[in-house]
């Protein structure tokens, strides 16, 4: 199903409410804990710890067109291997620039986002969540009777939040009921239930002394929640991890999305508006097609899915020339204290770094590599380390070489979807490899990038930076 069809289906309401309501209306629903010997576990599928955001910024180009899905020849097209992504058990992919159109920004493009996701969103939901977690828990005393003294305390609480429906009010029962049809066009194999759940797993960690005889449901009682502030003379501060299902975290992820949405389409505009005037036929298009920015999530790999729509390998490009850009991937992670406040960690791997690892080939000064690689060296081997659930953000443009600037819509394949994955062989991702079919895509990139030149000679361009495409 395309993004146009599943918003032409959206219901009248806002549906970035949806994850504020059900965060809202989460009720503890059950309390586990184990004793000594015993790890506890975590309900939820995903992992906040285990989650990445990558945010992609290089030139882009997708070979998937208007006319090749008429005809129904996308099978022939280069798709992602997500098999091949082993450290990946979760992916989901949101583009900004729709399939068929370029990307525009100034030098601070990639700041800007990493901000945006790191500050202004992601770090506001995901406090959401943990703030409402540490609020249900220590508004429900947890009282247990004393059987036996533990002379060493090492139980775990595994407190999980349930969106109750026989619990919640006939206003949001009736908005879920409305919704849900909404949710389940968002993801062609995908199904949504409505049963939304988070889970916070808090680990006490013992010190090396010598502990009175305290019964573990006694400090689930007294410090479980505590902030590692507020010392205990026996303990160290308790280790907390949180956790949701898919239904929760992809409802995360679509609340993300219409908040990227509703900046990029207050900021895009004014970004093109920057650029001096005439405008390339491409630049008109991408202006007029601004309403189809942002437009679905994706999901490439996992999710309780067995089945997934194939995904074009978008082709990315970069050159000397292109480092007043400032692109390269951002990769964020995070992590949570005892006391459930959250931390964010950011990594930047320059083109260089990228280019490398991603197995580029050279040709005209500029490298060329693909989205799958690009992906890969980002998540595997020394960066494979909390990359389980990934969440991709392109920045690239998804144009194509055809100089035919149109928005690449179908009611039968998602956006930069479809088509059936070609298998490489075991070699082909060798520097020193042979690309086949590449010469159109190469001399586009090396034109496009030439007809900036001509612009850039100008005094005003020089000084905003921001004449440039992805």
């Excluded at 949806?18 to 629903?29: A, D, P, W």
């Excluded at 945010?55 to 992602?80: A, Q, S």
């Excluded at 900004?96 to 770090?123: H, I, S």
Aim: glycine share 8%; net charge positive; proline share 4%.
């Amino acid at each position: 199903m395309s993004s146009g069809s599943a918003a032409s289906s959206a219901p009248q309401d806002n549906p970035e409410l949806l994850f504020e309501n059900v965060l809202s209306n989460l009720k503890l629903s059950s309390i586990k804990c184990t004793g000594e010997g015993q790890d506890g576990g975590i309900d939820g599928e995903i992992k906040l710890e285990e989650i990445t955001i990558l945010i992609i910024l290089f030139h882009g180009l997708t070979d998937l067109t208007e006319e090749v899905v008429k005809k129904g020849i996308e099978k022939k097209l280069d798709t992602i291997d997500v098999d091949s992504l082993s450290n990946v058990n979760n992916l989901a992919y949101l583009a900004l620039a729709p399939t068929g159109q370029v990307n525009l920004g100034t030098f601070k493009e990639l700041e800007f986002w990493k901000n945006f996701l790191k500050t202004d969103m992601t770090m506001q939901i995901i406090h959401a969540i943990t703030g409402k977690l540490n609020k249900l828990i220590t508004a429900t005393p947890i009282s247990e009777p004393e059987t036996k003294p533990e002379s060493r305390l090492s139980g775990i609480c595994k407190y999980c939040f349930t969106l109750l429906h026989d619990k919640i009010s006939p206003f949001l029962r009736t908005s879920l009921e409305t919704f849900l049809p909404y949710l389940n066009g968002l993801f062609p194999k995908f199904k949504f239930t409505g049963e939304f759940r988070v889970c916070r797993t808090v680990e006490p960690a013992v010190s090396a002394g010598v502990a009175p005889a305290v019964s573990a449901s006694v400090y689930r009682a007294r410090y479980a929640v505590e902030s590692p502030r507020a010392k205990h003379p026996y303990l160290k501060p308790s280790v907390s991890s949180v956790s949701m299902n898919f239904e929760m975290f992809l409802l995360l992820l679509e609340s993300l999305r219409i908040s990227i949405k509703k900046c990029d389409t207050g900021r895009f505009p004014d970004v093109c508006k920057l650029i001096p005037e005439p405008w390339s036929d491409s630049r008109k298009c991408a202006y007029d097609s601004r309403g189809q920015r942002c437009r679905n999530l994706s999901i490439l790999k996992g999710f309780g899915v067995s089945e997934h729509i194939p995904f074009i390998n978008k082709v990315l490009a970069h050159s000397p020339s292109d480092e007043i850009y400032g692109m390269g991937v951002m990769k964020l992670n995070f992590t949570t204290d005892g006391s459930g406040i959250v931390s964010c960690k950011e990594k930047f791997f320059t083109p260089n770094a990228v280019i490398r690892g991603a197995g580029a080939v050279e040709s005209e000064d500029t490298y060329l590599f693909n989205m799958q690689g690009c992906i890969n060296f980002c998540t595997s081997g020394i960066n494979a380390k909390k990359s389980k659930t990934v969440f991709v953000l392109d920045m690239s443009c998804s144009s194509n070489g055809t100089g035919i600037f149109k928005t690449v819509t179908s009611e039968h394949i998602s956006s930069m979807g479809g088509g059936k994955r070609i298998k490489k062989k075991s070699g082909s991702m060798k520097k020193t490899r042979r690309v086949k079919n590449k010469s159109r895509t190469t001399r586009y990139i090396r034109n496009r990038r030439n007809r900036l030149k001509h612009n850039k000679r100008t005094k005003k361009s020089r000084k905003t930076k921001t004449n440039r495409k992805h």
